[in-house]
């Protein structure tokens, strides 16, 4: 498809076990961010990246979220010894360039920490 | 999904009426604005932008007008439609060299037939 894809849709997790998110963004396009979506609230900002440079991981809660994206397209967020407090859904954008353009969302992961 | 709008603003109008959904930023540095439309169960979809060198920018049935003294920014929809029910978000870009945007808590459209 044409737009930014994430998968899984939704994923139930045990505390403590790891997950993995996978985002496949369009085609082409230099910048890739993951935003965190609580329930009722607008997304909030975790991590940057240009190509496959990480310039920016303000964001993430804790040294439990890790993100890569070694080939400069496909991005994985990765969480470790999950918490109740992760359960959100995590949103993944792209944008062709860098700087004041808007972003392009992927329908997002439900994750759910019982 | 719908339990999302318990925690929301929320805007109700009857079909074929203007909307207008308001929204208050933050910092005086933010020089590029997005509003997003967020269906339930769906990622935020662009509707339109305007840069801060502007104060009023018309797209297809909808209007964003842009206050820089009062820090506002609104987003007028005429002619809403039952398509148009969401949570609308409006999004501040505070860097020049990348798109790192803040999201405001967002408002629920609902549209009455």
């Known amino acids: 498809g044409a737009g930014v894809s994430q998968s899984p849709r939704y994923k139930v997790a045990k505390r403590g076990q790891d997950v993995a998110l996978r985002c496949d963004p369009i085609?082409?396009?230099?910048?890739l961010f993951w935003y965190q979506q609580a329930l009722g609230q607008g997304p909030e900002f975790l991590t940057y990246f240009q190509n496959e440079a990480q310039l920016d991981k303000s964001g993430l809660p804790s040294d439990r979220f890790f993100a890569e994206r070694p080939e400069g397209s496909v991005s994985t967020l990765k969480i470790q010894r999950t918490q109740q407090e992760d359960s959100a859904v995590y949103l993944c954008?792209?944008?062709?360039?860098?700087?004041?353009?808007?972003?392009?969302f992927g329908s997002g992961t439900q994750l759910s920490v019982l | 999904g719908e339990s999302v709008g318990l925690h929301l603003p929320t805007l109700s109008v009857q079909e074929g009426d203007n909307s207008i959904i308001n929204c208050a930023y933050s910092?005086?540095?933010?020089?590029?604005f997005i509003w997003y439309k967020q269906e339930s169960g769906k990622g935020p979809q662009f509707i339109i932008d305007i840069r801060s060198n502007m104060d009023k920018r018309q797209g297809q049935r909808v209007t964003v007008l842009l206050n820089k003294t009062v820090k506002h920014l609104s987003l007028q929809i005429a002619a809403t439609q039952p398509g148009d029910s969401a949570v609308y978000f409006c999004a501040e870009n505070r860097d020049d060299n990348f798109n790192k945007f803040y999201f405001g808590s967002g408002t629920k459209l609902n549209v009455k037939p």
């Open positions: 910092n005086s540095a933010s020089d590029y």
């Open positions: 954008a792209s944008s062709p360039r860098q700087g004041n353009e808007k972003l392009f």
């Open positions: 085609s082409g396009h230099v910048s």
